[in-house]
């Protein structure tokens, strides 16, 4: 079966500050990959999306940047954070088949930025 | 216009009764519908999609879709406390379009014990 793996789970970061959060995806090849941000108490907000290896899309324009390195690995990543980055991010993978194009998120990432 | 619409709620209901969620959408060229749980602090969770006109059965679960109207709905049958979470809808293109869903706000429901 596919599962999702996302990290780190929580983090405190300084404004100013680098950020990587990494997902990986088992189970499955070529999968679309998506960075949702969820701020507090909001919708869930597309980032980017990946349907393949060093393809990005970009959503909205933001301080942010994403990468995929790998068939099922994507990154997101920010050289200086700002205060309104905070939020819960969330990685979502899907594939279609029969069903559609069904998308299932990893456990998020919680950030602050102090 | 909202692409996705929902009431934010919360939606309270007491235990045992029937819970009916809405969303509407602006998108025509939308084909796959989805609703997702998400409760407090955690990521979304897949309830069930719907492609095609009408309701889709599952369990206690029964999701409503009318493209005429730009309408999906979402029926919790027997509701219980563990219910309570916020529901998410969610709508994406077919195969010619992004791929990627587009999310209401939620809805927030509480079970009643």
């Known amino acids: 079966s596919q599962t999702i793996h996302q990290w780190p789970a929580t983090l405190v970061q300084p404004v100013g500050s680098p950020l990587s959060l990494e997902c990986t995806v088992e189970?499955?090849?070529?999968?679309?990959l998506y960075w949702y941000r969820q701020a507090a108490g909001r919708g869930l907000q597309l980032l980017f999306y990946s349907v393949g290896i060093g393809q990005i899309s970009s959503e909205v324009p933001q301080n942010l940047s994403a990468s995929r390195p790998q068939d099922r690995q994507f990154i997101l990543s920010s050289k200086k954070l700002l205060l309104s980055d905070s939020g819960f991010y969330l990685c979502?993978?899907?594939?279609?088949?029969?069903?559609?194009?069904?998308?299932?998120f990893g456990e998020g990432s919680w950030l602050t930025v102090v | 216009q909202k692409e996705v619409e929902q009431n934010s709620g919360p939606l309270s209901v007491p235990e045992g009764a029937i819970a009916s969620l809405n969303c509407t959408y602006s998108d025509r060229v939308s084909q796959s519908f989805f609703w997702y749980r998400q409760y407090s602090g955690k990521s979304p969770e897949l309830i069930m999609s719907i492609y095609s006109n009408g309701d889709k059965e599952d369990g206690r679960f029964t999701a409503q879709l009318n493209k005429a109207s730009q309408y999906v709905s979402l029926l919790i049958r027997d509701s219980q406390p563990s219910d309570s979470a916020t529901y998410l809808c969610?709508?994406?293109?077919?195969?010619?379009?992004?791929?990627?869903?587009?999310f209401g706000s939620g809805t927030r429901l509480q079970v009643q014990p």
């Open positions: 969610a709508v994406t293109r077919g195969v010619t379009g992004r791929r990627a869903l587009t």
């Open positions: 189970g499955t090849s070529n999968p679309n």
């Open positions: 979502a993978w899907s594939v279609w088949d029969s069903s559609g194009n069904t998308i299932y």
